[in-house]
T-cell receptor
Framework: ETGVTQTPRHLVMGMTNKKSLKCEQH?????MYWYKQSAKKPLELMFV???????ENNSVPSRFSPECPNSSHLFLHLHTLQPEDSALYLC??????????????FGPGTRLTVT | GESVGLHLPTLSVQEGDNSIINCAYS??????FIWYKQESGKGPQFIID?????DKRQGQRVTVLLNKTVKHLSLQIAATQPGDSAVYFC???????????FGGGTRVLVKP
């Protein structure tokens, strides 16, 4: 799992807290993604960044705020979350523009619990 | 709406037997399909992919079959091993850009 790393691996936060999830890719990729994975739903795409620019916001509530300072790092800032936001948050990266640009490499995820 | 769906939520298979995981898709415009494996506590891991101009592709102990006529995708695992126990997801590229849409997943349990 050295290709895409995520920190923290586990996070418990109250509904009034502010926290951030971090993702770093060491693969030389130029596209990064945030997904939400909950127990009863398929992987849900949240955000897509291509060359540091946000190209997709899949109707995500504003209490989730992504940031992509460079092609290797991606953050997800969290504030005033709801218990239903508890899930596994996965980061992925890919090499956009390449023949196999659809192949995404995932990190291990951050298990988030909102109390 | 259009979606990628899996027929079986859980598949139990005897060690050494072959496994077949099925996936249906509804968008005939999809041109790329990929299978991921997700073990407990880990992120999804790429297994194999196939483009719509192919109907079969083989990897190490895995084969993906694509039937565009009935919009069906399958993953075959030969000689299933305990380490194959995981959740398997199919995904398709059905929109412009580098986005994948994932199915619901099938859990494979390998019995010793």
């Amino acid at each position: 799992e050295t290709g895409v790393t995520q920190t923290p691996r586990h996070l418990v936060m109250g509904m009034t807290n502010k926290k951030s999830l971090k993702c770093e890719q060491h693969l030389g990729h130029n596209a990064m993604y945030w997904y939400k994975q909950s127990a009863k739903k398929p992987l849900e795409l949240m955000f897509v960044y291509n060359f540091k620019e946000q190209t997709e916001n899949n109707s995500v509530p504003s209490r989730f705020s992504p940031e992509c300072p460079n092609s290797s790092h991606l953050f997800l800032h969290l504030h005033t979350l709801q218990p239903e936001d508890s899930a596994l948050y996965l980061c992925a990266s890919s090499l956009a523009g390449a023949v196999s640009s659809y192949e995404q490499y995932f990190g291990p995820g951050t298990r988030l619990t909102v109390t | 709406g259009e979606s990628v769906g899996l027929h079986l939520p859980t598949l139990s298979v005897q060690e050494g037997d072959n496994s077949i995981i099925n996936c249906a898709y509804s968008n005939s415009a999809s041109d790329y399909f990929i299978w991921y494996k997700q073990e407990s506590g880990k992120g999804p891991q790429f297994i194999i992919d196939i483009r719509s101009n192919m109907d079969k592709r083989q990897g190490q102990r895995v084969t993906v079959l694509l039937n565009k006529t009935v919009k069906h995708l399958s993953l075959q695992i030969a000689a299933t091993q305990p380490g194959d126990s995981a959740v398997y997801f199919c995904a398709e590229n059905r929109a412009a850009g580098n986005k994948l849409t994932f199915g619901g997943g099938t859990r494979v349990l390998v019995k010793p």
